[in-house]
C-alpha cells in the first residue's frame, strides 16, 4: 500500500512492513508519525534500501563512496555466457559424446548454477558431473560450410536437422547454424540467479558457460584468487542485496550492469586463503567465511569497527532472508 503527502514538512519515505491482514487491523494510526523518515535518493539505488535504518543507510553509502573500496570494474570485466539458441542440442552428456564419437568437437561447460559448488571449479567436480550423467559438453565444431566438417559431426548435426533444432531464431539466423557464436574465454564465472547469495567461482579446467551464468575476465595485474576469496564478505554481499534484482520468486538476479555496480575491499586480500574458502562454502558454513574475511579486510584492511562489521552482516541477513521469506510464503 502507498500513501503520499504532497505538502509535508519531512520529505522522505517511511516504511512499515506488515505480515497480513490482521497486522494491519491492529496498526495503530496514532504512531504512524512515529517511524524513521529516511530521505529519498534511487538516482542510482533500489527502493529496497528503504527497508533499512537510517544508520544502516548511512554506512552502506558511506562505504560505496568510499575510494579505498575498488569497483568491479577495476578488478574484471564482464559479459553474458554463450548464447547457443538451442541448448537440447549443443549441451551433451559424455554418453551422446561417445555415441557420436565428438570428443574433438566439444567443449566443457556450465549450464546450470546447481552444478558450481564452492569458489573453484576444478577437474574433480567435472569428473563428479560427468559421472552423474549431466550435461558438461558444448558441441563446438570449426565454423566451417557443412561439406568440410568431419563425418561425425556432419552426422550429429543432420540429427540436429531432423529434431528441428535449425529453426529456432538464434539458430535460424547465422551463417551456420550449427556454431555458436564465441568472444573471449572466461577466468571465472558469477552467477547470474542466486538464492542466499552471489559469489565468484574460479575456471581451472577452462571450461565455457552457457548464458544462465556470466564470465569474468580479470584485468591485467589483479590476481584471481585474491578477488574471488574478497567477494565474500559481509558489504559486498549486503550491496549486492540492494543491487540486485528480485521479481517475487526469492531469486536475485544480476545483470552484467548491476554487478558492475558492486564494490569489493581488496586491501588485505593476499592474506585470504581461497582453498580454505571454497571448502567451507562447498560445507555451507558461510558465516565461518564472513568471519573470516570481515576480520582480515573491514576490520584489519579498513578501520572498521565490530559494530560496522555486525551492521553490515545484519543488513545482508535482514534483506536476504527478507527475500528468501517472500518465497517461502508464496510455497506455504
Not at 529456432?168 to 572466461?186: A, D, F
Amino acid at each position: 500500500m502507498l500513501l503520499g503527502e504532497k505538502k509535508s514538512a519531512d520529505k522522505g519515505i517511511q516504511v512499515i512492513e506488515l505480515s497480513d491482514l490482521d497486522d494491519l487491523k491492529e496498526l495503530d494510526l496514532n504512531n504512524f508519525y512515529n517511524y524513521e523518515i529516511k530521505e529519498l535518493n534511487h538516482s542510482t539505488e533500489k527502493w529496497i534500501k528503504y527497508y533499512l535504518t537510517n544508520k544502516e543507510i548511512k554506512l552502506i553509502r558511506q562505504l560505496r563512496e568510499c575510494e579505498k573500496i575498488p569497483f568491479t570494474t577495476e578488478l574484471f570485466e564482464i559479459n553474458v555466457g554463450l548464447v547457443s539458441g538451442e541448448n537440447a542440442f549443443f549441451l551433451l552428456n559424455r554418453n551422446t559424446v561417445d555415441e557420436y564419437q565428438l570428443a574433438n568437437s566439444t567443449r566443457m561447460v556450465i549450464g546450470r548454477t546447481e552444478q558450481l559448488k564452492g569458489v573453484i571449479l576444478s577437474e574433480r567436480d567435472f569428473k563428479t558431473l560427468i559421472e552423474n550423467g549431466k550435461k558438461v559438453y558444448m558441441f563446438m565444431p570449426k565454423n566451417l560450410p557443412f561439406s568440410e566438417l568431419s563425418k561425425a559431426e556432419q552426422e550429429y548435426i543432420n540429427y540436429g536437422v531432423e529434431q528441428g533444432y535449425n529453426k529456432g531464431y538464434k539458430c535460424r539466423i547465422r551463417k551456420n547454424w550449427y556454431c555458436v557464436p564465441q568472444s573471449w574465454e572466461p577466468d571465472a564465472f558469477i552467477l547470474r540467479q542466486v538464492n542466499r547469495y552471489p559469489r565468484i567461482i574460479l575456471n581451472h579446467v577452462n571450461a565455457v558457460s552457457t548464458d544462465t551464468i556470466h564470465k569474468v575476465r580479470f584485468l591485467d595485474g589483479v590476481n584471481p584468487e585474491f578477488v574471488a576469496a574478497a567477494f565474500l564478505n559481509s558489504f559486498t554481499l549486503a550491496l549486492a542485496e540492494i543491487t540486485g534484482r528480485s521479481y517475487g520468486g526469492g531469486v536475485l538476479t544480476f545483470e552484467p550492469g548491476e554487478i558492475r555496480q558492486l564494490k569489493i575491499p581488496m586491501k588485505n586480500a593476499e592474506k585470504l586463503d581461497v582453498n580454505k574458502i571454497d571448502k567451507l562454502i562447498r560445507d555451507d558454513r558461510i558465516d565461518e567465511v564472513l568471519d573470516y574475511t570481515d576480520q582480515i579486510l573491514l576490520i584489519e584492511g579498513l578501520g572498521l569497527t565490530k559494530f560496522e562489521v555486525g551492521t553490515l552482516r545484519n543488513i545482508w541477513i535482514k534483506l536476504s532472508e527478507r527475500r528468501i521469506g517472500r518465497k517461502e510464503k508464496r510455497i506455504s
